[in-house]
């Protein structure tokens, strides 16, 4: 069966499911309160990078099943199931996650739902906020209880994302009733053989906090080890190797670097935390505060390392910085290592040369103050230090021989350990990186 559906706000999350959802066969329109956007997406112009999108978002609007509005009335007239895909960033004065966009487009929605469907929460929240939600759409629709609420978590990855929606691993269906389990299964029925977990909704909502809280203490993990591995001498990738052939272990997540960035998973460890304080069970979670804090000791051990190379002083040293965004094959920069370390090494009077393949235009309007390059080449040019930061492809493909005739000192941070530190060093560069000799 396919659906006539809604999918508030076109971040992200939004965009992807939309386009996703089209793409499957159903009648879908999209809605945000940013007009430009609405616009732009109308033409077909997609606002961010991730692989496959924008030949989805305009096959899309070819077929005539997806479209753009501005408008909770038509949003409210047309769809049998409304997806919300706002944002939950981290609240400027805390930790916890912020809701209000969640909030705003509920109260923005439900007074115009005067006949039975189903609202769908796929944004990642704190736990209790769909039953919250369900009580106001209750509360705010004319259509009373016949507006139900699902929580069905989004498990996308930047880079990815088009695939993650399409072939999922596992769909997670948060509900109070068979009508709200039936119509979501047949929402996904074109997907194929797909695992399918029905729960609650406070399940459904702990299982995206809980996910990124695990991977999140995988990846800080292998980075305490690396620490451990500059003291003793080791080489954390030799173990990281060591460790992955454990069936227990597994080698995903496994890799020793600059950490991990981004809009999910820093904001939502914290967030995790911070609603586990307000239930009572903030000790379950305190660990959470050592994962956080291990990752950004990673960002400040890269500064240190670059500063050791250069002879103590970023101060009349120019460093090319390769990589932007917070990890490839996106132009996300929302919490980047890399942009972060660049600016610490600017405000240090160093002088930056920043290039990223995708995410140069976010980074020039976060980071006006750091300098910028349009390619690698150009970012090495005269550089005294060259930093990896982002593990692009075109990065990793780098070669000394490239690098040197540009460089005015042979020195090399690999904050992503993607090079081979032997040829590197054969070569006569200084090579440094994180959990290596």
């Not at 009733?177 to 074109?190: F, G, I, K, Q, S």
């Not at 660990?287 to 002879?311: H, K, T, Y």
């Not at 972060?340 to 980071?367: C, E, H, S």
């Not at 990896?388 to 493909?397: I, S």
Request: proline content about 4%; aromatic content about 6%.
């Amino acid at each position: 069966m396919r659906y006539r559906m809604t999918v508030i706000g076109t971040g992200y999350l939004g965009i992807t499911h939309a386009a996703c959802m089209a793409e499957l066969g159903h009648q879908v329109l999209g809605l945000d309160i940013d007009a430009d956007r609405v616009r732009r997406l109308g033409d077909g112009e997609l606002p961010i990078h991730e692989e496959g999108l924008a030949e989805l978002l305009r096959r899309g609007l070819a077929s005539g099943r997806l479209r753009f509005t501005t408008d909770y009335r038509e949003a409210a007239d047309f769809g049998d199931v409304h997806f919300l895909c706002l944002g939950t960033p981290q609240r400027k004065d805390g930790p916890a996650a912020d809701v209000s966009q969640l909030d705003a487009a509920v109260d923005a929605l439900a007074p115009h739902l005067t006949r039975p469907c189903l609202v769908v929460g796929k944004s990642t929240v704190p736990v209790g906020t769909a039953a919250r939600l369900a009580d106001r759409l209750r509360t705010l629709a004319p259509a009373g209880e016949d507006v139900d609420l699902a929580w069905n978590p989004e498990f996308l990855r930047e880079g990815h994302a088009v695939r993650d929606t399409l072939a999922p691993d596992r769909v997670v269906l948060g509900v109070r009733t068979d009508r709200a389990e039936r119509t979501l299964r047949e929402v996904y029925a074109p997907l194929g053989e797909v695992p399918v977990v029905v729960t609650d909704h406070a399940t459904a909502e702990l299982v995206k906090a809980a996910a990124n809280a695990f991977l999140a203490t995988k990846i800080s993990y292998i980075n305490a080890m690396a620490e451990v591995c500059e003291a003793a001498d080791a080489d954390v990738v030799r173990l990281a190797e060591a460790l992955s052939y454990d069936d227990r272990i597994g080698g995903r997540f496994l890799r020793a670097g600059l950490g991990f960035g981004g809009g999910c998973l820093p904001k939502d460890i914290r967030a995790f935390r911070a609603r586990a304080d307000e239930l009572g069970a903030g000790r379950a979670l305190s660990f959470l505060g050592d994962v956080d804090a291990i990752n950004l000791r990673r960002r400040a051990r890269v500064v240190e390392l670059a500063r050791e190379l250069v002879g103590g002083s970023f101060e009349g040293r120019r460093i090319a910085v390769l990589g932007a965004a917070f990890k490839p094959d996106s132009d996300d920069i929302r919490d980047s290592p890399a942009l972060d370390v660049a600016a610490a090494i600017g405000a240090r009077g160093g002088a930056v040369a920043v290039y990223d393949p995708a995410a140069l235009d976010n980074a020039r309007k976060a980071y006006p103050e750091l300098g910028y390059a349009t390619s690698a080449t150009e970012a090495a040019r005269g550089a005294h230090a060259v930093l990896l930061l982002t593990e692009w492809r075109e990065f990793a493909e780098l070669t000394p021989g490239r690098l040197e005739p540009l460089v005015a000192a042979r020195n090399l941070v690999d904050g992503r350990n993607v090079l081979d530190p032997a040829g590197w060093r054969a070569a006569g560069w200084n090579y440094r990186s994180l959990g290596r000799r």
